[in-house]
């Protein structure tokens, strides 16, 4: 639209000094904004223009700036731990000529891994959803680790129960 409105100009079939005794457009947006142009030139322009800043603001990508992960790990100690972010796998398709086409949105294959030996539970394990960022920011919820109990507990078995007599040459 505005193409068109600089070549009507250009032509002299509209002019920037026709003024109309009316409204020539006339917009309003949300009963705070309103909009009355009584040239029909710039009407045009307006119009191409609206369009064009839509498009823009429609184009902008989602998503595209820092995340920011939040959580708060209950334990008694934290030597040994090991917090990990990781990346899972998955298979990227090969046309027959050797071409790779993929789009990749960070936030899909993405977990948190959290390592704690001698603590229950010994490794926890967080997906991230693409639908659980919001605004840029993640938070965590993650459960209390429990340190672990040192004894084994060992069942008797029926093969190697005691004697109930005692042998005298012992």
Request: charged share 20%.
């Amino acid at each position: 639209m505005v193409i068109g409105s600089i070549l009507l100009l250009y032509q002299g079939v509209i002019k920037l000094s026709e003024k109309t005794a009316g409204t020539a457009l006339e917009a309003e947006f949300k009963n705070q904004l309103k909009i009355n142009v009584r040239n029909p030139a710039l009407g045009l322009f307006a119009i191409g223009f609206s369009f064009f800043a839509l498009a823009l603001y429609f184009a902008k990508p989602e998503g595209g700036g820092p995340l920011v992960v939040r959580g708060h790990i209950k334990i008694a100690n934290v030597d040994g731990l090991l917090v990990k972010l990781r990346s899972e796998e998955w298979p990227i398709t090969v046309s027959s000529e050797g071409e790779i086409f993929t789009t990749i949105q960070p936030l899909e294959k993405l977990a948190f891994v959290i390592e704690a030996p001698n603590y229950r539970p010994p490794r926890w394990f967080h997906p991230i959803r693409p639908d659980e960022a919001k605004n840029g920011h993640i938070e965590m919820h993650i459960p209390e680790f429990a340190p672990a109990s040192a004894a084994v507990l060992v069942n008797p078995k029926l093969d190697n129960a005691p004697d109930s007599t005692p042998n005298p040459n012992q």
